[in-house]
T-cell receptor, first 112, second 117 residues
Framework: SQQGEEDPQALSIQEGENATMNCSYK?????LQWYRQNSGRGLVHLIL?????REKHSGRLRVTLDTSKKSSSLLITASRAADTASYFC????????????FGQGTRLTINP | DTEVTQTPKHLVMGMTNKKSLKCEQH?????MYWYKQKAKKPPELMFV???????INESVPSRFSPECPNSSLLNLHLHALQPEDSALYLC????????????????FGPGTRLTVL
């Protein structure tokens, strides 16, 4: 299985601090995506990084990808209470292009 | 319009009932998905439709029956469910650029919270 594993499983920080979440996976990928899910709701796509990219930015988000270590990290800078959510990485494999495999997720809590 | 809608938001059904979940998108996407998500777990893929044809069935029990009437609509028919089927059911869509291409971004609906009594 190429299912990703994320750590930490839960993270609680103060508003304004930076939050870093990590994702590891097992097999070769075409891309890796990060999604956010507010409690009991649908997932929202945050950012996609391709296998030939090493770093990508979007607003307060910074994603890195290290294919040699089969790992990725998501950094949220200057966190806000509204960032409280679960964050999932999802890998798109080389075969079965329509199939995303989600990691276990990190539950992020931003304390005001 | 970048929205995927799902109805109903909540559904409570008995084990002998027949019900349907509905999903709609108007983004011109040709791939649509059903996921099942239990509490504090990641979404688990159930079915994928590509160009209105079932392309992936992740060994889902036959009490779940998907249907894609047209490129904008996706249904999930439910019959004789078990209490362990209680979960959040998520629909998603994406552009379908064909196999052996990079996996596209998926757009998710808000989900249907299903409770089976």
């Amino acid at each position: 299985s190429q299912q990703g594993e994320e750590d930490p499983q839960a993270l609680s920080i103060q508003e304004g601090e930076n939050a870093t979440m990590n994702c590891s996976y097992k097999t070769s990928i075409n891309n890796l995506q990060w999604y956010r899910q507010n409690s009991g709701r649908g997932l929202v796509h945050l950012i996609l990084i391709r296998s030939n990219e090493r770093e990508k930015h979007s607003g307060r988000l910074r994603v890195t990808l290290d294919t040699s270590k089969k790992s990725s990290s998501l950094l949220i800078t200057a966190s806000r209470a509204a960032d409280t959510a679960s964050y999932f990485c999802a890998t798109g494999g080389i075969q079965g292009a329509q199939k995303l495999v989600f990691g276990q997720g990190t539950r992020l809590t931003i304390n005001p | 319009d970048t929205e995927v809608t799902q109805t109903p938001k909540h559904l409570v059904m008995g084990m002998t009932n027949k019900k349907s979940l509905k999903c709609e998108q108007h983004m011109g996407h040709r791939a649509m998905y059903w996921y099942k998500q239990k509490a504090k777990k990641p979404p688990e893929l159930m079915f994928v439709y590509s160009y209105e044809k079932l392309s992936i069935n992740e060994s889902v029990p036959s009490r779940f029956s998907p249907e894609c009437p047209n490129s904008s609509l996706l249904n999930l028919h439910l019959h004789a469910l078990q209490p362990e089927d209680s979960a959040l059911y998520l629909c998603a869509s994406s552009q379908d650029r064909g196999l052996r291409r990079a996996t596209d971004t998926q757009y998710f609906g808000p989900g249907t919270r299903l409770t089976v009594l």
